[in-house]
């Protein structure tokens, strides 16, 4: 069984950065695409990024594009989003989840997660 943890979220002023990471327990990441999402309160859970098995593919949600960069560390069992540029409109738990695929490609559907993170909270704001 698949466990994902999420970490690195906290209070950020507008402009800042904050790098999240998700690690995985259980079972190795070499065969999930992984995506990262967020929930902003009031408002439904949206993709922001997802990365393939290897890294090869990757994709943006259009608010974060040149913004946040997804990546992963196979032999370390973890993936991160780097988040620059951070406005108040960020603000959101943000959520990593994995993916069993044998596809060299990723995707930011939400049903088609396999597991799920807790999520980290990331607040941005003056």
């Known amino acids: 069984q698949l466990q994902l943890v999420e970490s690195g979220g906290g209070l950020v002023q507008p402009g800042g950065s904050l790098r999240l990471s998700c690690a995985a327990s259980?079972?190795?990441?070499?065969?999930?695409?992984m995506g990262w999402f967020r929930q902003a309160p009031g408002k439904e859970r949206e993709g922001v990024s997802c990365?393939?098995?290897?890294?090869?593919?990757?994709n943006y949600a259009d608010s974060v594009k040149g913004r946040f960069t997804i990546s992963r560390d196979n032999a370390k069992n973890t993936v991160y989003l780097q988040m620059n540029s951070l406005k108040p409109e960020d603000t959101a738990v943000y959520y990593c989840?994995?993916?069993?695929?044998?596809?060299?490609?990723?995707?930011?559907?939400?049903?088609?997660?396999?597991?799920w993170g807790k999520g980290t909270l990331v607040t941005v704001s003056s």
């Open positions: 989840a994995a993916d069993f695929t044998i596809r060299s490609m990723c995707s930011m559907g939400i049903d088609g997660m396999d597991y």
């Open positions: 259980g079972a190795t990441l070499n065969f999930y695409a």
């Open positions: 990365i393939s098995r290897t890294g090869g593919t990757t």
